[in-house]
């Protein structure tokens, strides 16, 4: 276990007196930027000397000027910025004794003796063996007249924290690594606009995606947009898979769809260990079938572009994280990485994480392809499972007699259609009959409900908006035409997929059970809101698309404020009461303030503010970045707050402002939202289908208990499912939140990072984990 810090211990004394280096090593991954950015400037707020190491392990053997003191503003416009502003490189002269002798040298006369690496697990694993040698290259550098005996004596161990930064997500222990969101977003971008070409012309495509020895982007990429088939080097085809690849390819176009998509990891072999290349397959499938194939090999694409606002993020919370590990370290505590698991940051130890990322490769090399994808991790399993049960049709020959019903409640929001889509095939495969209603409770009321079949959702996943049609409108006057239709359609459990005005409408019709006993049948709440304010889940499908479309603006905001100079943008961003989009794109955007309804404000902060800024503009970073929530108080509104800005800036900035409106409602769902909406789609069927059997009672479907209506949502670190009733305690009703809001604790992250003078609270800091290893 990591020491538990002092809690009276002032977070803005810890580092005093003490030195940090940080530098990025092996491949590039974007995001690594926001981690360095986040590193240098807690490192900084904390009282330490921050360094960059540039080019890697080469610049700390090299030294002179590769090593060098790092600035508040010399992190600024880093965010946006795919790959690493240090340079990375793979340094040879590293790994033999003498580099690690003379990398050793360069620190010890700097003083430092704090290392953040940024890198995969080569780059952490050599950090490891560095600090494992430290003390004898510290003796053999004495013994030669290097550095003399009270420099060894003023830094006699290392402290060494690692962030993973990987595209191939190929590391265990953590949930994302950082750069994997954004390559999927590079490669859906390419997805994207292939299926349009594909569709005009009746072809088949394959795209090669990164994954030497980790199938994580193939496979989130198929789920993601619904691929025919996917080769990952996890799990090699059947022998046959050549005539079962035909057989799927046929059957699909049998069905009227005009275009397939096989996704294949660079590292894809065989069952007998023999490579699998787009090439190879692309002979197959024109040889056999004589369709029209295209091959498309992604490369470094994936590596490049602009962060996703989850990469910034991850960075940033990493990069508090690994500074507060290396603070409270002890010549004890093992080398740790610093990672993500569900939304907290958790420390692990770095070689345990090591040594189950070799044991995939050697279940793999052995054969012992299901154990490797179970070492792999929970969520690389569960994708697995989702998209062998969704990828092709598989229903059952005798059918369940049941009918369930979709509905989309509320304003729409990107990932709708993918949990749709998930919905409907799982039911299919259950042997369920599926119906859609259209436009929310009123379709309900007034019977606009019809049948979904399994090829009328195809290429749902990636359309953005709501194909069912949707409402505000909730039930409680609705509720005698509601019941009629559910015993005039024979409708046995219902899945209510929206926002807030979804989760009120399950709770009505729960209330709406004493009255009426058609109302007594299982359901499930899918949280999908831009607003991410229902109470059950931490995130709402449509939250990330949301984030994304506001950081890419204030991106461009940013850019233009930068060429003008001495200017601030305030930017007003939706979520009715609830400030999740305006903090956590503040995060990604690197805002230096952003009002929410939660954290209550008033004329004394917004002076502080404004004199932030114009202290900011005596900087070399003459530009401000501001935003508030719709909601976030009734009478300092957005023109309230430009018009003091404006004034209390004259002469020194000028002050502009943008409400981003429905933009931020639009677009198509991010891989997060598809794959999120996918997997809660598909869970919430198997849940209502195990729930039906336990209601079954003499031939007819009965359910008034507590627990058979729930809201599906991610609570920490899984999907849970809790009922409508309990969560009612939770609920502030007025303003439409949960009570309780995890992003909360983030919020100082933000402003430590601005360049505020607030204090941190270091006692909510993760204690070191342990890796949980599978035996088989």
């Keep these: 276990m990591s020491t538990k810090p002092d809690l009276a211990m002032d977070p803005t004394k810890m580092g005093l007196g003490r030195s940090i280096a940080v530098l990025t090593s092996g491949g590039d991954a974007q995001g690594m930027n926001a981690a360095v950015r986040a590193t240098v400037r807690v490192g900084l707020y904390t009282g330490a000397k921050v360094y960059f190491v540039h080019e890697g392990y080469q610049g700390l053997v090299d030294g002179g000027d590769n090593i060098r003191l790092a600035t508040w503003e010399s992190v600024s416009m880093m965010l946006q910025l795919g790959g690493t502003v240090i340079g990375s490189a793979r340094s040879r002269d590293f790994r033999t004794r003498e580099g ?172 007998d260990g023999n490579p699998i290349t787009s090439d190879m397959i692309k002979k197959l499938v024109t040889d056999r079938l004589g369709f029209d ?44 990485v610093v990672s993500l698991s569900g939304n907290q940051a958790v420390r692990l130890p770095l070689m345990e994480c090591v040594q189950v990322t070799k044991d995939v490769t050697a279940a793999m090399a052995e054969g012992r392809y299901e154990d490797a994808i179970k070492l792999r991790g929970k969520s690389f399993e569960n994708n697995w499972n989702t998209y062998k049960l969704l990828a092709h049709i598989n229903p ?15 304003a729409p929001c990107a990932g709708m259609n993918a949990a749709v889509r998930a919905a409907v095939r799982m039911g299919i495969i259950q042997g369920h009959n599926m119906l859609a209603v259209h436009d929310g409770f009123d379709g309900l009321a007034e019977g606009q409900i019809e049948p979904l079949t399994w090829t009328s959702v195809s290429g749902w996943i990636g ?8 409402k505000r409108s909730l039930p409680s006057k609705l509720m005698e035409k509601i019941s009629q239709n559910i015993a005039k359609f024979n409708i046995h459990a219902l899945v209510i997929i929206g926002g807030f005005e979804a989760y009120m409408g399950g709770l009505e019709l729960v209330q709406g059970r004493e009255k009426f006993e058609e109302l007594c049948i299982p359901m499930v709440v899918i949280p999908a809101t831009v607003s991410n304010n229902v109470p059950g889940s931490d ?104 018009n003091l800005y404006s004034e209390e800036g004259k002469g020194i900035f000028d002050c502009r402002k943008n409400v981003l409106g429905h933009t931020q409602q639009g677009g198509t769902p991010t891989p997060f939202d598809r794959n999120f909406g996918t ?98």
């Design 293 to 336: 194939t295209r091959t498309t090999v992604l490369g470094h694409v994936q590596r490049g572009g602009t962060p996703s606002a989850f990469d910034r993020i991850l960075g940033s919370r990493m990069g508090v994280e690994a500074v507060m590990a290396l603070l409270e370290a002890t010549p004890e505590t093992p080398a740790c």
């Design 396 to 410: 059952p020959e005798v059918k369940s007699n049941i009918n369930v019903a979709i509905v989309n409640v509320g």
């Design 100 to 271: 690690r002798m003379k990398a050793a040298e360069n620190l010890v006369k700097l003083g430092i003796t704090n290392l953040c690496v940024i890198g995969g697990d080569g780059s952490l694993t050599g950090a490891n063996e560095f600090r494992t040698e430290w003390s004898e290259l510290l003796h053999d550098l004495v013994k030669d007249g290097a550095i003399t005996d009270k420099e060894a004596q003023q830094s006699t161990h290392l402290n060494i924290v690692g962030m993973v930064g990987s595209i191939d997500n190929d590391f265990c222990g953590t949930d994302m690594t950082i750069g994997t969101d954004s390559a999927l977003h590079r490669i859906m971008e390419v997805v994207d606009s292939i299926t349009t070409t594909a569709q005009s012309h009746q072809r088949t495509f394959i795209l090669e995606v990164m994954g030497r020895h980790c199938g994580y982007l193939a496979l989130v990429t198929a789920l993601a947009c619904g691929a025919d088939w996917v080769f990952i080097p996890e799990m090699p085809p059947a022998e046959d898979w050549e005539d079962h690849l035909c057989r799927r390819l046929m059957d699909q176009r049998g069905r009227g769809s005009r275009l397939n998509v096989i996704i294949v990891a660079e590292g894809a072999v065989t069952s």
């Design 463 to 470: 359309k953005g908006g709501s194909m069912l049609g949707t």
């Design 679 to 776: 997997k809660m789609g598909a869970k919430s069927v198997l849940w209502l289908t195990e729930k039906l059997k336990t209601c079954y009672r003499h031939g007819r479907i009965f359910a008034n208990t507590a627990d058979s209506a729930c809201v599906l949502g991610m609570k920490k670190r899984s999907l849970t499912f809790q009922p409508l009733t309990e969560l009612k305690e939770d609920t502030d009703f007025e303003h439409r939140i949960p009570k309780t809001q995890w992003w909360l604790k983030i919020r100082p992250i933000m402003k430590i990072l601005a360049h505020y003078d607030i204090k941190l609270d270091t006692s909510e800091h993760a204690d070191m984990e342990h890796v949980i290893k599978k035996s088989f």
């Design 539 to 642: 995130f709402s499908i449509g939250a990330d698309t949301a984030l994304n479309t506001i950081t890419l603006t204030c991106d461009r905001i940013k850019q233009s404020a930068a060429g003008t100079k001495r200017r601030v943008f305030l930017v007003e961003t939706m979520g009715g009461y609830c400030g999740y989009l305006a903090t956590m794109a503040g995060l990604a955007a690197g805002a230096d303030a952003a009002y929410i309804f939660e954290e209550k404000f008033n004329i004394k902060d917004l002076e502080m503010n404004v004199n932030h800024l114009l202290q900011k503009m005596k900087t070399t970073v003459k530009r401000g970045l501001i935003l508030r929530n719709e909601n976030s108080n009734a009478n300092y509104t957005t023109d309230f707050i430009f």
